[in-house]
């Protein structure tokens, strides 16, 4: 009985050794991969489609991938970075296009296998991350869905050690883009995200302008007059 419960101690020992070795392998892997096909907020598929083979092997390894939301940061790290790489491959393959949205299904019907499942981008995004995690509304601005309306991609990878630093500089960035938050004196245009997301921005009684306000080095007015201009689903293409 002894030895049996040693050799299941061993045994979890070397698979939990295993999983944070494949983690921390993807995360590195996946850097290098951001730097190589990221600049400037946009994303080099042509180059990717001419040359797939590290984007497949990232995913390939993702697939094997377990992380657990106990490590809240590994959990979003992986997940972040997998919703970012699956919406390249998603492009990469049918790759001349113009807009995810030209694909059917494309975030929604598509079920990509990854972290030992198979699953949609939609529930990436609103069951593993937004419903595990409704406090954190930061993730809207680091889950590029691959048209220019999003926040921009950064060309590095999201991982658990920086990740809070992460989420607070795209956050930032974003909310101080003059083109995401128009603003024409009282009168403020913010994306639809925004619009699509309003509890996500609004909570503990805060406005949306208060959210906003958070991460605005110039603050909106209180009295702001807040509208949304239409999301725009071109490409991020490297041009």
């Known amino acids: 009985m002894k030895k049996n419960i040693s050799l299941a101690i061993v045994l979890c020992v070397i698979t939990s050794f295993a999983f944070s070795q494949s983690t921390s392998e993807f995360f590195t892997k996946s850097d290098a991969f951001f730097k190589a096909n990221v600049k400037n907020g946009r994303v080099a598929y ?93 993730f809207h601005f680091v889950l590029v869905c691959g048209g220019l309306g999003c926040p921009p991609i950064i060309a590095e990878a999201y991982t658990p050690s920086k990740l809070d630093t992460q989420l607070e500089t795209q956050t930032k960035l974003a909310l101080n883009d003059p083109k995401f938050i128009r603003v024409n004196k009282n009168k403020v245009q913010v994306s639809q995200i925004f619009e699509w ?40 293409e490297v041009k």
């Open 46 to 138: 042509k180059s990717i489609k001419d040359n797939p083979a590290t984007l497949n092997e990232l995913l390939e390894m993702a697939k094997a991938i377990s992380v657990s939301k106990d490590n809240a940061a590994e959990y979003q790290a992986f997940w972040i970075n997998g919703y970012n790489l699956l919406v390249i491959d998603g492009i990469v393959k049918n790759y001349p296009i113009k807009s995810p949205l030209d694909k059917p299904g494309f975030f929604d019907g598509n079920k990509n296998e990854i972290g030992g499942t198979k699953i949609t981008l939609n529930d990436i995004e609103n069951k593993l991350l937004r419903k595990n995690f409704p406090q954190e509304p930061r």
């Open 197 to 236: 997301y309003p509890g996500d921005f609004k909570q503990d009684g805060k406005k949306l302008v208060d959210f906003i306000n958070q991460y605005k080095s110039e603050k909106l007015p209180e009295k702001a007059k807040v509208s949304y201009y239409q999301y725009d689903w071109t490409l991020n």
